[in-house]
């Protein structure tokens, strides 16, 4: 470990982060609070490192990754160290388990764990550019994926209580066929209340067969409304008008991984010993690198990537 001039607990807010800070070789510790603006974090840590000039600062932070480490993160004077909460938790409850007003804050709780224990922490190094750019577009677009799966069940949900024979006439609900018919009718009396000429318009833009076409019409002559209840139509034709818009990701979820915003191929590799290097498993091969430049193909994105 470098020597350090100052140790620094912070306990990591929304609006503003408490911290406590002691200098080397002194008792006394400082308190005090930092806004959770870029601005104010320059100011205090830029301020720190004119007074200890050329000497590390340790800071620690319950917090494993997020907006705060991503800010401290570009000072290259400041030593970071992010703390599990479970770690945290733990230690609280086996030093201070009377809960006390005259327990130590969390901050002062971090500062201690730090100053003594920095064994048991591991200081942040970040894994490359490449490798950390790849782990956020597949965190994203798997997101974006647990967002479109809730959507899809709630419009299910919803078509349930009163347009069910969506459900039976198209095979995916989300599909943009779909959106289109909710857009155009939310209701099944807003659908069998439309023009023949509407309909056989919204069949051919939609490259639908004359036997499907003919089979959606017989079927929407012979289906009844599933509930009266207005309550019910009229919550439901709200809701319905917002989720297939929720529902049209297509441009995020076509590629796992755009290129435009990757580094260039000579970069995008993941190396042995990078974080993301006991992510993926490479088949024990004893390539120097894994090269992930290659375009996926639609039809295989959502399968490959768990």
């Not at 409850?93 to 201690?112: C, N, Q, R």
């Not at 970040?126 to 950390?132: K, N």
């Not at 899809?152 to 349930?160: A, D, E, F, V």
């Not at 069998?192 to 939609?206: E, I, N, T």
């Amino acid at each position: 470990m470098p020597e350090i001039a100052v140790w620094i607990g912070i306990d990591w807010a929304d609006q503003k982060h408490a911290y406590a800070m002691q200098i080397a070789g002194e008792e006394r510790v400082g308190r005090g609070e930092i806004d959770h603006t870029p601005e104010a974090v320059e100011e205090f840590f830029t301020e720190l490192g004119r007074r200890f000039p050329d000497q590390m600062i340790a800071v620690a932070m319950e917090q494993a990754r997020g907006s705060l480490l991503f800010m401290l993160s570009k000072y290259g004077h400041l030593v970071l160290y992010p703390v599990h909460s479970s770690t945290m938790d733990h230690y609280r409850k086996s030093f201070y388990p009377s809960g006390a007003k005259s327990d130590p804050t969390d901050a002062d709780l971090i500062l201690e764990l730090l100053r003594k224990h920095p064994d048991r922490l591991r200081p942040f190094r970040p894994d490359t550019v490449a490798t950390r750019t790849i782990e956020f577009l597949v965190e994203a677009r798997r997101d974006a994926v647990n967002d479109k799966t809730r959507y899809l069940n709630r419009l299910t949900s919803q078509l349930k209580m009163f347009f069910p024979q969506i459900l039976q006439w198209f095979k995916e609900v989300d599909a943009p066929v779909v959106s289109d018919v909710l857009t155009a009718w939310p209701t099944l009396e807003h659908m069998q209340a439309a023009k023949p000429s509407a309909l056989a318009k919204f069949f051919g833009r939609h490259r639908f067969s004359p036997e499907r076409s003919d089979q959606l019409r017989t079927a929407l002559v012979a289906a009844i409304p599933a509930t009266r209840d207005q309550a019910v139509i009229a919550t439901g034709d709200e809701r319905e008008q917002l989720l297939p818009a929720e529902l049209q990701w297509d441009s995020l979820l076509q590629c796992c991984l755009p290129d435009p915003v990757l580094p260039p191929v000579s970069s995008r590799v993941i190396r042995p010993g990078d974080e993301a290097d006991r992510s993926f498993q490479c088949g024990g091969l004893p390539a120097e690198v894994v090269v992930v430049n290659e375009p996926l193909e639609q039809s295989k994105c959502l399968e490959e990537v768990p």
